[in-house]
């Protein structure tokens, strides 16, 4: 599944929250963090097992780092697959703060 693809379900950032949530076959995905001084800190990546193997992680994680350049925060992936992610696509490199 790619963020191209016509049927990928919405991602919302839920500001209050300070997550960004996408909901798959009535699964939720989440990406959490916490805005300290214009760093988003990734504090949790989390898939349901039952929607796992589709990408749904790397999808948030990508739409929470585009949101994060567009509001010009910094990034900190305080989180294991944030981290692993950032390592594997170097475009997003800028935003480590």
Known sequence: MSA???N???IHHNAAAHRFEMRVDGHLAVLD????????VITHTGVPQAIG???????????????ARAAGWKVLPACSY????LQRHGEYTDLLG
Do not use: N, S
């Not at 963090?33 to 988003?40: F, I, P």
């Not at 193997?53 to 739409?63: D, E, K, L, P, S």
């Open 33 to 40: 963090y916490e805005l300290q001084d214009g760093v988003m």
């Open 53 to 67: 193997g589709r990408g749904v992680a790397g999808q948030i994680t990508r739409f929470a780092l585009d949101h």
């Open 82 to 85: 944030a981290a692993a992610f």
């Open 4 to 6: 191209a693809d016509t």
């Open 8 to 10: 990928t379900p919405p």
